[in-house]
């Protein structure tokens, strides 16, 4: 009987679990137990490894199990990180188990402990933790393409942006900092210089970026200034290495941590400043359960450690903007680059009235533009943000387009491997020598991508030494680092690359840029796609002429008169968001709105159907004016990993009356068993993606 215990303990099982389970705790635990320790319980008749979330002295249910074991003699989880934790599971509409799951790495589940000790032999039989200056191959992004002089002076600009960083890091309970600044303004050290300030004062530092492999110049940066002071997180350490990482941040070893999306649950202490490089990027969007965005989570994070959050870009997310320009975040902006240096010629060239003559992809002007500045012994940057030789393959015959059989998407034609790929899965095939449907040999490929780009520039230039960058040729963070080594030294005279060599890079010698196509993204079906294709764009304008030469960039482009074009050509971040803003008013989209997906998947496509019919019905029954509901819809990708896909949008004005509507909705659908038969329902909360 419950009466026999005075306390009751609500521990989260990292299973994936909707809820905490109540345990009593037995009176020989009662000294030991504490909220953010790891405890052995019982579920299911099988031991499992929990966290304790709160403790209580009641417990309304009949019959409860008992803790089994203490594993802990310290929290695991800071009273804060737990506070963050069930922000983002009630936020979200997230399993609390899930979130546990995502804060702690893979291990401490583990029912024996004893991971540190191991951890503490391998350094003592000479084998470090990994660090920052581990990962940055330092001596090799040294050379030309980054300053590391300790000591650079700031310009007027960015020392009154530090000042005011500062400040907030100062502050009792700061607001958070949009770092505005065109590419190339030095954000970067001054986001630095303001981590080593809050480090001085005793405090810690964590630095997110979107993708750890874009940022060699930055872990460079950072352990030269930091050593191994510095922890990293990110997806490619092994789990002993990831476990190390998050002790050494748990138990103070390290003063500042740079990660990706889920160094964002980082156990540092005593937090004095969180930067979010690049803010706008969508890979800080979790693509699972828990559905969160690692941006949000740095703001309400810091809201919990009364510390500044540092959203930094020269693209901002409109969602930011948007907050800056209603005075809910500090707006900073830098509109000149370091030591003046000019910013980019922008020309558009207008396909419609230029002739490209099969099988070219380049106009007249961009390949002239392309041999002067190769004549000049400077690089050239041609830019496609597709991979594969051409988009697809069809037979001219029939009419037979050849897609993915578990996906619903055409398969890209990869030329260097004689394959078609399923970009969305990785399925692959051989290139067919005859039609699937009528057997015709008449088989034809239509778009083209950066395999087709490199193999053009090599027949026009046939003297020129050309570099692909995609992530098909560089596969590994070895063959990355030896691409950017020989583009920095000069080894390299064209690349053809996508985004990868769009962000994050300093390349000393190039001075020209080509967008081969800059309309590539610009009519998917998302409402975001003229954010999106500005940034890309801005980015992309914002690499050649970066060490004192003029840069220029020709855009490419059936598009000119479109605005995100326009205003990415003019690098005028001002004017793309006015014109947006209508767009997105006019529609009732975020920022002015607040938005959620409901994705219905299931192998069975009649069955999927079926249950996407009755979410429908549940989402409309008992709908207040306040809240819309656009589908449930055949989704633009209507079958991805043989699942087919159905959704649904829940749109409101009000935030916390969108939650409390779904969170019924949810309820109705697990009591409606919609979620069984292999049907799946997941509900995104501020979904980055449409498709």
């Known amino acids: 009987m419950n009466q026999e215990y005075s306390l009751f303990a609500d521990v989260s099982i990292g299973i994936g679990t909707k809820i905490a389970f109540t345990y009593a705790v037995p009176e020989h635990l009662v000294a ?7 405890v052995v319980v019982e579920l299911r008749n099988r031991q499992r490894v929990g966290v304790v979330m709160r403790l209580s002295s009641k417990c309304s249910l009949p019959s409860v199990k008992e803790i089994a074991s203490v594993i802990d003699s310290m929290p695991v989880l ?5 506070k963050l934790i069930e922000w983002v599971a009630e936020y979200y509409l997230a399993p609390i188990g899930s979130v546990v799951e995502a804060a702690i790495p893979r291990g401490l589940d583990d029912i024996a402990p004893g991971y540190r000790d191991e951890t503490q032999s391998k350094r003592r039989r000479g084998k470090p933790p990994i660090n920052v200056a581990a990962l940055a191959s330092v001596s090799e992004f040294c050379t030309d393409g980054w300053e590391f002089d300790l000591e650079l002076k700031l310009n007027e600009e960015q020392k009154a942006a530090l000042a005011r960083i500062i400040a907030a890091a100062d502050a009792k309970d700061p607001k958070p900092i949009l770092l505005h600044g065109v590419t190339g303004s030095g954000k970067t050290e001054v986001f630095l210089r303001a981590a080593e300030h809050v480090i001085r004062k005793g405090r810690r530092a964590l630095v997110l970026v979107p993708e750890i492999s874009l940022t ?3 872990l460079s940066l950072l352990a030269h200034r930091f050593g191994e002071r510095a922890g990293v997180f990110h997806s490619k350490l092994t789990p002993a290495q990831r476990r190390d990482q998050w002790e050494r941040a748990h138990s103070g070893e390290v003063d500042i941590v740079i990660g990706v999306r889920s160094a964002v649950f980082a156990p540092l202490s005593k937090l004095g400043l969180i930067v979010v490089d690049e803010e706008h990027e969508t890979t800080y969007k979790q693509g699972g359960s828990p559905f969160y965005n690692a941006r949000d989570v740095a703001v309400m994070s810091a809201s919990i450690h009364a510390c500044p959050v540092v959203l930094s870009g020269a693209t901002p997310s409109l969602e930011t903007f948007y907050n800056s320009s209603r005075g809910k975040y500090e707006h900073i902006f830098l509109s000149k680059r370091v030591d003046s240096r000019p910013m980019a010629e922008v020309s558009m060239l207008d396909l419609r009235q230029r002739q490209i003559v099969a099988p070219s992809v380049l106009t007249l002007e961009a390949r002239e533009a392309i041999s002067k500045t190769l004549a000049a012994g400077e690089q050239v940057l041609l830019f496609m943000n597709v991979r594969g030789f051409s988009s697809f393959l069809t037979c001219s015959k029939c009419g037979y387009v050849f897609r993915c059989d578990h996906c619903d998407i055409t398969l890209t034609h990869h030329s260097a491997r004689d394959s078609l790929v399923c970009h969305l899965c990785g399925n692959s095939r051989r290139v067919p ?48 680092e030896s691409a950017l080594t020989a583009i920095t030294r000069g080894d390299v005279d064209i690349i053809v690359g996508t985004q990868i060599t769009a962000k994050g890079h300093n390349f000393p010698h190039l001075t020209l840029a080509v967008v081969v196509l800059a309309d590539i993204i610009l009519n998917l079906p998302d409402f975001r796609a003229a954010e999106r294709t500005f940034q890309l764009l801005t980015q992309v304008c914002g690499r050649p002429g970066r060490h004192g ?15 995100a074009i326009k205003a990415a050509a003019a690098q005028d971040y001002a004017l793309f968001f006015e014109q ?9 989209l975020p920022p002015l709105t607040r938005l959620a997906s409901i994705l219905i998947t299931g192998r069975d496509q009649d069955k999927t159907m079926v249950a996407a019919e009755l979410v429908g019905e549940l989402l409309r029954s008992g709908l207040t004016e306040d809240i819309s509901i656009l589908g449930p819809a055949e989704a633009p990708i209507a079958k991805l990993k043989d699942r087919f896909r159905f959704q649904a949008f829940a749109r409101s004005y009000n935030s916390k009356r969108l939650h409390a509507y779904l969170h019924h909705k949810l309820k109705e659908f697990e009591k409606a068993k919609l979620g069984s038969g292999g049907v799946r329902i997941s509900v995104d909360i501020d979904p980055v993606s449409m498709l």
């Open 78 to 82: 800071s009273s804060r990180m737990m």
């Open 32 to 38: 030991s137990v504490a909220p953010g320790k790891r």
């Open 549 to 563: 030469k003029q840069g220029k960039v020709l855009l490419q482009t059936y598009s000119p008169e479109h605005c």
């Open 216 to 218: 060699p110049a930055l």
């Open 433 to 480: 020598r005859q039609c699937d449907s009528c057997h015709s040999e008449k088989i034809v490929s239509f778009g083209f991508g950066t395999e087709r780009v490199e193999d053009e520039a090599a027949r026009i230039f046939p003297d020129a030494k050309i570099l692909r960058m995609d992530s098909d040729a560089i596969s590994t963070r070895k063959k990355y």
């Open 580 to 588: 947006e803003m209508k767009f997105r008013k006019k529609l009732g």
